[in-house]
């Protein structure tokens, strides 16, 4: 039975996809960049959806603009964040490695807005670290920071200031009590609340990069809200930030499961979170340890 409805994920996730390439977030709604490279990474482990897959990778390269971003739409050009998911979904395809070299260069040179000045009396932020926008030009967030991380960590640039730098901004967005939220901390002397998601895609663009006990209060955080997380997003990056410290809770497949039997009541996923679930659902470790093991079994195959 179990077998059967990570095959009914599959099948919904492959049923999405959209004339011309790539895969939409709904049936019968169009091409979405984010979705395409999350349904490319989610799938890439399945032989019989190949075709498929270097499909959706071309299409996410025609979608690509001249100065190497991928938006989420080509008429909001702005919308440069989903750049990192079409880096890792480019990863390991040797047809569509310069699209990859140019959106790492892209990604190199965007950042978020930065000041020379502290937060202050509002906040205790230091506005003078830079990380990565949702929306080019605009405040450096916490998820499309994480994300941008692990993507050119996975390409290669680990020990890029860049990356160097947005481990500095991440850890000033590390809440005193514990946890990330969307990337504040204290405001007007108040500290604010962390959000699961949040937290799991910190930890998991963090592991190797800090010392276990700088986020130790983190860890014990998101322990404290995976067991009742049953939401894809909540659910999906918390067994991805435990996983890259080495605590996956061994009754993960069974959260996953009651997960996807939440589905019923609340309508089918998107795309997005299914892939998520799919991709966490095979994982031992990390984000980044699921993506680049994948596509070593891939290689074998081949």
């Known amino acids: 039975m179990r077998k059967k409805e990570i095959t009914s994920v599959v099948d919904t996730?492959?049923?999405?996809?959209?004339?011309?390439?790539?895969?939409?977030?709904?049936?019968?709604?169009?091409?979405?960049?984010?979705?395409?490279?999350?349904?490319?990474?989610?799938?890439?482990?399945?032989?019989s959806n190949l075709r498929l897959l270097e499909s959706a990778r071309s299409r996410l390269a025609s979608e690509q603009l001249a100065d190497g971003r991928v938006c989420l739409a080509k008429d909001q050009p702005r919308t440069c964040w989903p750049t990192a998911l079409a880096i890792l979904a480019w990863y390991g395809s040797?047809?569509?490695?310069?699209?990859?070299?140019?959106?790492?260069?892209?990604?190199?040179?965007?950042?978020?807005?930065?000041?020379?000045?502290?937060?202050?009396?509002?906040?205790?932020?230091?506005?003078?670290?830079?990380?990565w926008p949702w929306i080019e030009e605009t405040f450096s967030w916490v998820e499309p920071t994480a994300m941008s991380m692990m993507a050119l960590r996975l390409s290669?640039?680990?020990?890029?200031?860049?990356?160097?730098?947005?481990?500095?901004?991440?850890?000033?967005?590390?809440?005193?009590?514990?946890?990330?939220?969307?990337g504040s901390t204290i405001i007007y002397g108040r500290e604010t609340y962390p959000q699961t998601e949040n937290t799991g895609m910190a930890l998991a663009a963090l592991s190797g990069q800090v010392d276990r006990r700088e986020i130790e209060r983190s860890l014990d955080y998101l322990k404290s809200q995976v067991i009742s997380s049953r939401t894809?997003?909540?659910?999906?990056?918390?067994?991805?930030?435990?996983?890259?410290?080495?605590?996956?809770?061994?009754?993960?497949?069974?959260?996953?499961?009651?997960?996807?039997?939440?589905?019923?009541?609340?309508g089918t996923y998107g795309t997005t979170l299914l892939s998520l679930i799919l991709l966490v659902y095979g994982a031992k470790g990390g984000f980044l340890e699921e993506i680049s093991q994948g596509f070593k079994e891939n290689d074998s195959r081949r």
């Open 232 to 266: 894809p997003l909540s659910l999906g990056w918390a067994l991805f930030g435990l996983g890259a410290w080495g605590e996956r809770p061994t009754e993960a497949k069974r959260w996953l499961f009651d997960c996807l039997s939440r589905q019923k009541k609340y």
């Open 94 to 131: 040797s047809i569509h490695r310069q699209y990859q070299d140019l959106a790492i260069h892209f990604l190199l040179k965007t950042k978020g807005h930065s000041s020379a000045k502290k937060g202050g009396a509002i906040t205790n932020l230091d506005f003078s670290l830079v990380g």
């Open 156 to 182: 290669g640039y680990g020990v890029h200031e860049r990356v160097q730098e947005a481990v500095r901004l991440l850890m000033d967005r590390q809440l005193p009590h514990g946890g990330w939220n969307i």
């Open 13 to 47: 996730i492959a049923g999405r996809s959209v004339p011309g390439g790539g895969f939409s977030e709904y049936s019968g709604t169009p091409f979405r960049a984010d979705a395409t490279a999350l349904a490319t990474l989610a799938l890439r482990a399945d032989s």
